[in-house]
């Protein structure tokens, strides 16, 4: 399959869902508009709110679209299939911020798939600096990662399946 996108099952059901709302409200603009564009009595108005729906109209679709092609090409990360001793997406990681000492989970997960807080876990993109900088590590690494803030030092202190 071409450009896999890996996703957990919580990541995946949850583009599905998306995509639902999506539809019905594709649904529901294209149902508005026809009950609007009969109501108008003046020509102004129907002007003014075909214009309304044709600015409307293609960002719901291309959102429809993006999510399709995602489910498409999507490869849930079951638990069971995500390695014990290194990083990979799905992987729930315990960092600790050298400089500061504090202790942080993160889940990483593919960039579609980001919602930054899930039950007190930030998700992390495989494409963010962070992201990469954490594939393939294991317990005890040490590793630099260039932030806008700044150079910060992170330990891997233990890895997870999610």
Known sequence: MPDEIQLTREGYERLEQSLEKERQRLEETVTSMAITVDDAMDLENRSLNA????????????????LEDVLSRAVIVEEGDLPRDQVAVGSVVTLQDAEHGRELQVQLVSAVEVSALTEGVTQ???????????????????????????????????????
């Open 124 to 162: 992390v993109s495989d494409d963010s600096p962070v992201g990469q900088a954490l594939l393939g590590r294991r317990e005890g690494e040490t590793f630099d990662v260039e932030l806008e803030a700044g150079r910060v030092q992170y330990t891997v202190q233990s890895i997870r399946a999610h």
């Open 51 to 66: 214009a309304q729906f044709q600015q409307e109209l293609p960002a719901i679709e291309a959102r429809i679209l993006e």
